[in-house]
C-alpha cells in the first residue's frame, strides 16, 4: 500500500481541530443569541407564569416601567405579578392573594421591559370584581409600589374605572394568544 497517497488524501489533525472549534463556536453564538431574547444584564426580564396544561385563554403581557418624569426607562426594577386562575382563585382551598399559584417575578431590562406569559385571570367566584393581575415593583432605591391591571370589557368594571389607566385593551393574535400592554411610572423616591 501507498502510504503516501494515503497521507495526501487524508485531512491533518489540526484542520479536524478547526472544523470542530468552528462548530462549537457557532453553537455558542446562537445559545447567547437565544439567552440575550430573555436576560439582561439585569437578570430575566421575561418570564413565563404557567404551565402549558393550565386551564384557560393564553395571554400575554408586556409593558415599560418608567422613572418618575414617565418618559426615562426605569433598568433594573423588580416586577413581581400574581393573580388568579381561569376560574377565580388565588389558590384552591384557601383563597388567600397572601398565597398565590400563578406568580412570577422580572427585573426590567436596559430599555425598562418586562413581559410575561401566562392565562387571563378569572373573576373572583361570586363576581363583584374585575379581573386583574397584582404588580408589586421594587429596587433601585425607589420605595415599593403596589399597582394592577384589567382589562376593557370586563362586565364588573365600574364607570370610574374605565377610564382608569390600569385598565387596558386586550388584542387577540391569531393563535388565539391575548395580548396587553401595560406600562407603569414608578412614585418619587
Ligand atoms: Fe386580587
Redesign the pocket.
Known sequence: MNTKILKRKCCPPMIYAVILFGLLSSSLLTLQAFSKTVRSKYGSWKTVLTSKDEPGEPLIVSGTVYAPDGKTPAAGITVYVY??DAAGYYRKGTNS?DNPRIKGTMITNGEGRYEFRTIKPGNYPGGG?PA?V?YVLSGKGYPKQNDEVMFEGDPYLTPRERSEISVRPLTRDNDGVWHCVYDIKLKEK
Open positions: 393573580h388568579t392573594s370584581v386583574h397584582h
